[in-house]
């Protein structure tokens, strides 16, 4: 089926053109102008999403809770529906459709406004129900992506010696919440409200993991000025409002440091497979990659009393720890 009917599934016009986005990995992006009307037109990667179903039915749960969440400044696209679901599928692919959202400000240049939207998704999601199918086993997990690593004849002693520090922090005791699962500056638009994308990761998981990917997406160059993770950590402290227990807070530097590492490392192992997991990329990319993360980690360990201090401020970690007392 040719990709401009493919919005005709969901009674649009058919695309009169089509732009074909490359700034994700994964799925397969396109600007579809239809009728008069912009839409964004995606098709999910198998590969990494076996189970589609499962991915829009997390869509579904995360559309609900913030349609209840009322005029809090945060919103999640709004899928269009084709017959009672909200992806179609022609020729075995998953294809989805939302209306276009224009942006007014980059995330990037906005890290308050970043840090503000992935706390209020945290917040927001809090006790809802999600498919933990929607995602492979062991997504986020910094060791079995280790493993993987070496399961291809790959080795990184930096990134195991972290790892066993990094297993020492997240344990099973540490609580676990629904997170983005991918807390990156592009994944936020800033418009007349700010609008979370790319929901395909949501899942269970420490609150670290989003606050490490959201710090190490609006570092950029040297750690000279570190205003931009104040600005970031403030706005994720403000976006959950004091639901974070006093160890999670204290989690979120390593949080930093493992976001950056589990990048690292699958850098390195896609650099050692034929078929990559981020598309496009070729094996020098993948290395080049590999070695800016792991700079960018030593970079981190070296601003370690500057960036506890910034998350200390920023969450007030000796009122959450009397709250969490009371």
């Known amino acids: 089926m040719d990709i401009r009917c493919i919005p005709t599934l969901f009674g649009l016009p058919e695309a009169e053109k089509l732009t074909e986005l490359n700034t994700g990995h994964i799925n397969r992006t396109f600007l579809a102008d239809c009728g008069g009307e912009r839409y964004v037109l995606q098709g999910l990667n198998p590969a990494v999403f076996p189970c589609p179903g499962a991915v829009m039915d997390n869509i579904a749960v995360i559309s609900e809770a913030f349609g209840k969440a009322g005029d809090i400044g945060v919103t999640v696209p709004c899928f269009i529906a084709c017959g009672d679901k909200t992806y179609a599928v022609a020729e075995e692919k998953v294809w989805r459709i939302y209306r276009y959202l224009s942006a007014t400000a980059t995330a990037a240049d906005e890290p308050a406004a970043a840090g503000l939207a992935f706390g209020t998704f945290i917040r927001v999601m809090?006790?809802?129900?999600?498919?933990?199918?929607?995602?492979?086993?062991?997504?986020?997990?910094?060791?079995?992506?280790?493993?993987?690593?070496?399961?291809?004849?790959?080795?990184?002693?930096?990134?195991?010696?972290?790892?066993?520090?990094?297993?020492?922090?997240?344990?099973?005791?540490?609580?676990?919440?629904?997170?983005?699962?991918?807390?990156?500056?592009?994944?936020?638009?800033?418009?007349?409200?700010?609008?979370?994308?790319?929901?395909?990761?949501?899942?269970?998981?420490?609150?670290?993991?989003?606050f490490g990917d959201l710090v190490r997406s609006v570092c950029k160059g040297d750690m000279s000025d570190l205003s931009p993770v104040r600005a970031a950590a403030q706005g994720f402290a403000e976006g959950l409002d004091g639901l974070l227990t006093a160890e999670e807070v204290s989690s979120l530097y390593y949080g930093i440091l493992r976001s950056t590492g589990e990048l690292a490392v699958r850098y390195l192992a896609d650099s050692l497979r034929e078929e990559k997991y981020f598309r496009g990329k070729t094996t020098e990319d993948c290395i080049a990659r590999a070695e800016e993360l792991m700079a960018q980690i030593e970079a981190f360990i070296a601003a370690r009393a500057e960036l506890t201090e910034i998350i200390s401020d920023s969450f007030g970690s000796a009122r959450l720890a009397i709250s969490n007392l009371l």
């Open 126 to 210: 809090e006790g809802r129900n999600i498919n933990f199918a929607a995602l492979p086993k062991g997504y986020h997990d910094f060791g079995s992506y280790y493993k993987e690593l070496t399961a291809l004849g790959g080795r990184a002693p930096q990134l195991e010696e972290l790892k066993n520090e990094l297993d020492a922090v997240f344990t099973e005791e540490l609580p676990k919440r629904i997170i983005h699962g991918d807390a990156k500056t592009d994944n936020i638009l800033i418009g007349n409200r700010l609008t979370v994308i790319d929901l395909d990761t949501v899942m269970e998981g420490y609150a670290a993991i989003d």
